[in-house]
């Protein structure tokens, strides 16, 4: 079955960076297309952005531009997201998802578990 | 950006009832839209996309309709596991998650 398994809670400094991973299995990798959303503590879902893993491209969301590097190895079948100069306001749970089929990147219907990450000095 | 407005922000209802969440988009989606419903500490599931579309596997009391920029979510005869948060998101230009809605118990 299809299934995407993060790695676990992170804890940085303001100004650091972390780089979460998002490892997949049960389908061919390079294919579906992997959405980056996170939600802040109490707060609503914000998307970070997606990745092609046929061929690498991105797209982010603005308020992250020159922050976030999204990559993939297809090596391991797996995603990740790395955010720089962290800020408390990073502080939320990171998902990584996976579209419901074919030509459906964005209809996320296949998600990770998340990974905290808190940002605190 | 496009932004994405739901309202009401929390909804209580009882048991039976026939719940409906509108989402409104700040410039047409055309029908780019998806439902998720979320329950604490678990991740979104998707419900409806394309507005319209039910995911397979999820109950038909669920229902989606609109295009444009104003869609609405309905469920019918409330169930006790339909208490939870609901997100509309938009994918006709990136992507953008609504502010969300919560279904409490009346």
């Known amino acids: 079955q299809v299934l995407l398994v993060q790695s676990g809670g992170e804890v940085r400094k303001p100004g650091a960076s972390v780089k979460v991973s998002c490892k997949t299995s049960g389908f061919a990798f390079n294919i579906f297309g992997i959405t980056w959303v996170r939600q802040a503590p109490g707060q609503g879902l914000e998307w970070l952005g997606w990745?092609?893993?046929?061929?690498?491209?991105?797209k982010y969301a603005q308020k992250l531009q020159g922050r976030v590097t999204m990559t993939t190895d297809t090596s391991t079948n797996t995603a990740y997201m790395e955010l720089r100069n962290l800020r408390s306001d990073d502080t939320a749970v990171y998902y990584c998802?996976?579209?419901?089929?074919?030509?459906?990147?964005?209809?996320?219907?296949?998600w990770g578990q998340g990974s905290l990450v808190t940002v605190s000095s | 950006d496009i932004q994405m407005t739901q309202s009401p922000s929390t909804l209580s209802a009882s048991v039976g009832d026939r719940v409906t969440i509108t989402c409104r988009a700040s410039?047409?989606?055309?029908?780019?839209l998806a439902w998720y419903q979320q329950k604490p500490g678990k991740a979104p599931k998707l419900l409806i996309y394309?507005?319209?579309n039910l995911e397979s596997g999820v109950p038909s009391r669920f229902s989606g309709s609109g295009s444009g920029t104003e869609f609405t979510l309905t469920i019918n005869r409330l169930q006790t596991d339909d208490f939870a948060t609901y997100y509309c998101q938009q994918y006709n230009s990136f992507s953008t998650f609504g502010g969300g809605t919560k279904v409490e118990i009346k």
């Open positions: 410039q047409s989606v055309n029908d780019w």
């Open positions: 998802a996976r579209g419901r089929g074919n030509y459906a990147d964005y209809e996320l219907g296949y």
């Open positions: 394309q507005a319209s």
């Open positions: 990745i092609s893993t046929y061929n690498g491209n991105t």
